[in-house]
């Protein structure tokens, strides 16, 4: 079956880096499109940044220019790493695939951006 599973996130200062990753597995990784949402507290969760198999990438305006969607098809993972962290980028950031008419999530990796 399909299975997400992210790292990565913890406690920074703002103004600090974060590299997230996600692993997965049970799906051709190469050939889909991969996402990044998060959710903050009280907040609907919105998607930040989205990679093309052919590695196009799409960026929520609140993080263009400080946050980067790669992957690394060897390793069925994808990764973001946040730079220029602020405040605000606190949340619960998932990964997501779409397949067909199904989405999957992983579980979630809390970052928190203290000020």
């Known amino acids: 079956q399909v299975q997400l599973v992210e790292s990565g996130g913890g406690l920074v200062q703002a103004g600090g880096s974060l590299r997230l990753s996600c692993a997965a597995s049970?799906?051709?990784?190469?050939?889909?499109?991969m996402n990044w949402y998060r959710q903050a507290p009280g907040k609907r969760r919105e998607p930040v940044a989205t990679?093309?198999?052919?590695?196009?990438?799409n960026y929520a305006d609140s993080v263009k220019g400080r946050f980067t969607i790669s992957r690394d098809n060897a390793k069925n993972t994808v990764y973001l790493q946040m730079n220029s962290l602020k405040p605000e980028d606190t949340a619960v950031y998932y990964c997501?695939?779409?397949?067909?008419?199904?989405?999957?999530w992983g579980r979630g990796t809390q970052v928190t951006v203290s000020s």
């Open positions: 997501h695939i779409g397949l067909g008419s199904k989405d999957y």
């Open positions: 990679i093309t198999s052919g590695g196009s990438t």
């Open positions: 049970g799906i051709i990784f190469s050939i889909n499109a």
